[in-house]
């Protein structure tokens, strides 16, 4: 009986820790599809003629995406992108299911 709950508590604690590690790899991918997604933005709407674009796509150990001009997260999510008359101008970039946490955007009195 005891070795019968041993190996169950053993069986559980592994399918906890590999859902963990799962879920870190997922996040991974995701802060990745959420920078590469936010680049593309950048590219596409002519960033470096943005009124203002600060932090966006510098890569330093204290900044992250989070820290970039009219992005709001929630924890390490893109959760509002707020760039409302900040001289953005073109095409906006496909695929937003790369920000699966995004809940607002403004993006208005752009050109």
């Known amino acids: 009986m005891f070795q019968s709950k041993l190996l169950l508590l ?42 203002n674009n600060t932090n966006w796509l510098v890569k330093q ?22 760039l409302h008359n900040n001289g953005l101008g073109g095409p906006l970039p496909d695929k937003w299911e790369r920000l699966p946490y995004l809940e607002s955007i403004d993006i208005s009195s752009n050109k």
């Open 61 to 82: 150990d204290n900044i992250t995406l989070c820290n970039w001009h009219g992005i709001t997260c929630s924890g390490k999510w893109v959760q509002k992108i707020d």
């Open 10 to 51: 053993f069986a559980f604690s592994g399918w906890i820790l590999l859902k963990a590690v799962a879920e870190d790899i997922r996040n991974g991918d995701a802060s990745e599809d959420q920078y590469a997604f936010l680049q593309e933005l950048y590219d596409l709407t002519s960033g470096d003629m943005w009124t």
